[in-house]
């Protein structure tokens, strides 16, 4: 009689079925935990600017980039968010968005206009 020492192919279709079914159930549990991970960041980044913005607003009187009378992109790098760094470090440094775009959208700011 002829010993066996391997599985069968029908053992080892039911065994692959078994580790897809079960990462068909993890993977969405998964993606759902970085969502909700990357929201309570994003959530957190909001209260640390909204905090600074009226840390900053206490000490000026304005908010920062209140008194410009021009929105260009070289005044939104120069100013805004920018102003909580330096020279006084109300944030330490301006979060980035944990949900990027992936769109490449290729515009100045400047060049923004409405027309009536």
């Known amino acids: 009689m002829l010993s066996r020492k391997g599985f069968t192919l029908i053992e080892l279709l039911i065994v692959i079925a078994i580790i897809l079914i079960l990462i068909a159930i993890a993977l969405p549990n998964f993606l759902n935990a970085q969502i909700r ?66 769109l490449n959208a290729n515009y100045d700011v400047g060049e923004l206009r409405v027309y009536y």
């Open 37 to 102: 991970a990357r929201a309570t960041k994003a959530t957190a980044e909001l209260r640390s600017i909204g905090t600074a913005l009226e840390a900053y607003y206490l000490d000026w009187g304005v908010y920062p980039g209140e008194n410009e009378s021009t929105w260009s992109e070289q005044s939104a790098n120069e100013h805004g968010l920018k102003r909580l760094t330096t020279p006084i470090s109300y944030i330490t440094s301006i979060p980035e968005d944990p949900f990027p775009a992936k």
